[in-house]
């Protein structure tokens, strides 16, 4: 790693050393549910769902035997609400028949379930174990491709090169780059001038050299 994708790293670290999900979750079962239903959807608007969700199927027998309108009705105010209403179900269901009722922790069986790709399973890692994995969502994406530390076309190829590149402390740093992008390096209006990481930020610099144009 060179000095400057260390002092990244070592920002990161310095400035969300307490980073969690902004997600509402008691266990490793409404973590995954909540993960899944945060796809292409604010966790402020998941955080919305779930109580009444949870209060209705508050364990995974109990959402496994779900009525599917039912759990329609209870999350149509999230995005793709319809396809992530069958995928829990069907979740459910497969971690009640192949792993006795509780959520596998591993990364090739969470992505054996319905609905959940390599970025949710990673994020349940992360979540539930500190796992030293990289997961990337919509902000981490901006956020690598504004620093130039990553040159991905995709979500998962960028979570790969990121992994490769920092090695450890991969949870911390999913952590704190979410909200880095959620809160400073916004995808509209990003507030370059109150960032940490101006300094080492080319587009920072190039904006700011037009600017004195």
């Known amino acids: 790693m060179r000095r400057r994708e260390k002092e990244i790293k070592n920002r990161f670290l310095n400035n969300y050393k307490n980073a969690k999900s902004e997600l509402i979750f008691n266990n490793d079962y409404e973590l995954l549910v909540c993960v899944m239903l945060s796809a292409q959807c604010l966790d402020s608007r998941v955080n919305l769902i779930t109580p009444s969700l949870f209060a209705n199927y508050p364990d995974i027998n109990s959402l496994a035997n779900a009525n599917l309108m039912n759990i329609k009705e209870l999350i149509k105010s999230c995005n793709f609400y319809q396809n ?3 995928n829990l179900i069907k979740m459910a269901k497969s971690v009640v028949e192949f792993h006795s009722g509780i959520i596998p922790m591993r990364f090739d069986d969470l992505i054996n379930l319905a609905g959940v790709g390599e970025k949710t399973a990673n994020v349940v890692l992360c979540e539930s174990l500190g796992a030293n994995v990289m997961a990337v969502d919509t902000h981490i994406f ?21 992994a490769k590149l920092f090695k450890t402390d991969l949870d911390k740093l999913h952590k704190g780059m979410v909200l880095f992008g959620r809160y400073i390096c916004k995808a509209k209006k990003p507030d370059c001038n109150n960032c940490f990481l101006n300094d080492l930020c080319d587009e920072y610099k190039e904006q700011k050299n037009s600017n004195n144009q």
């Open 84 to 86: 992530k209403a069958i």
């Open 142 to 162: 901006r956020v690598s491709k504004r620093l130039k530390i990553s040159n991905a076309k995709t979500p998962n190829d960028c979570a790969k090169e990121l």
